[in-house]
């Protein structure tokens, strides 16, 4: 089996920053992308920003210039740098790996439990 395990989410307040950490484990050949998507109450999971293994980066324009994603491949792990966070940013936010199993040639999307993240002062 494969585990998505999510941590450094809290309470932070406006203009403050977190750091949120996945790491991966189980039964996994190899990691091609990583990301983190985010969900508010009442609205769609949106994509905050995602990472190739080739390190090329993606981001939502509500975050550029505020966060920064980074992964280390030896440790099957993904982090989100948040800075100057917002109000808005408030939402559960879910980590996600698209991966291979050992002894499987298909590629899956697993996701993380999520982790809260609240700005409020």
């Known amino acids: 089996q494969v585990q998505l395990v999510e941590s450094g989410g809290g309470l932070v307040q406006p203009g403050g920053s977190l750091r949120l950490s996945c790491v991966a484990s189980?039964?996994?050949?190899?990691?091609?992308?990583m990301g983190w998507y985010r969900q508010a109450p009442g609205e769609e999971r949106e994509l905050v920003a995602s990472?190739?293994?080739?390190?090329?980066?993606n981001y939502a324009d509500s975050v550029k210039g505020r966060f920064t994603i980074s992964r280390d491949n030896a440790k099957n792990a993904v982090y989100l740098q948040m800075n100057s966070l917002k109000p808005e940013d408030t939402a559960v936010y879910y980590c996600?790996?698209?991966?291979?199993?050992?002894?499987?040639?298909?590629?899956?999307?697993?996701w993380g439990q999520g982790t809260q993240v609240t700005v409020s002062s």
């Open positions: 189980g039964s996994i050949f190899s990691i091609n992308a």
């Open positions: 990472i190739l293994s080739s390190d090329s980066t």
């Open positions: 996600y790996a698209i991966l291979r199993k050992l002894s499987y040639t298909n590629w899956q999307r697993y």
